[in-house]
């Protein structure tokens, strides 16, 4: 699992504009539990307990993202695809290194 973790930092495709860091995600609704799953296409993989319906998987991906970035729910939002498995978080109050380091798939 740790060569997750390098792909991760290496690989994941982060965009900052004006302050706000950008990162893409691919997610994958109706996990059994949610996690992240590494990182592919430059694109944060991860796994979504709840089911793509009102909401409830994007609110489940911004509160877990919220959670291993150590920040407020208040500070991320859903920039792009709302509806879509591919989706991009606006992260406000985080560099690009950090953001890499935290995301890090844990062995």
């Known amino acids: 699992m740790a060569s997750y973790a390098l792909v991760v930092l290496e690989e994941l495709q982060l965009v900052s504009v004006d302050g706000v860091l950008y990162v893409p995600v691919r997610v994958k609704p109706r996990a059994s539990h949610t996690r992240i799953l590494g990182c592919k296409e430059g694109a944060l993989q991860v796994a979504v307990a709840a089911p793509p319906l009102d909401g409830a998987a994007n609110q489940e991906l911004i509160r877990e993202m919220a959670r291993r970035l150590g920040l407020p729910?208040?500070?991320?939002?859903?920039?792009?695809?709302?509806?879509?498995?591919?989706?991009?978080?606006?992260?406000?109050?985080?560099?690009?290194?950090?953001?890499?380091?935290?995301?890090?798939?844990?062995?």
Do not use: D, T, Y
């Open 73 to 107: 729910k208040s500070h991320l939002r859903l920039a792009s695809g709302q509806r879509g498995r591919n989706k991009r978080i606006a992260v406000q109050g985080l560099s690009a290194e950090r953001c890499r380091e935290l995301l890090s798939v844990r062995p």
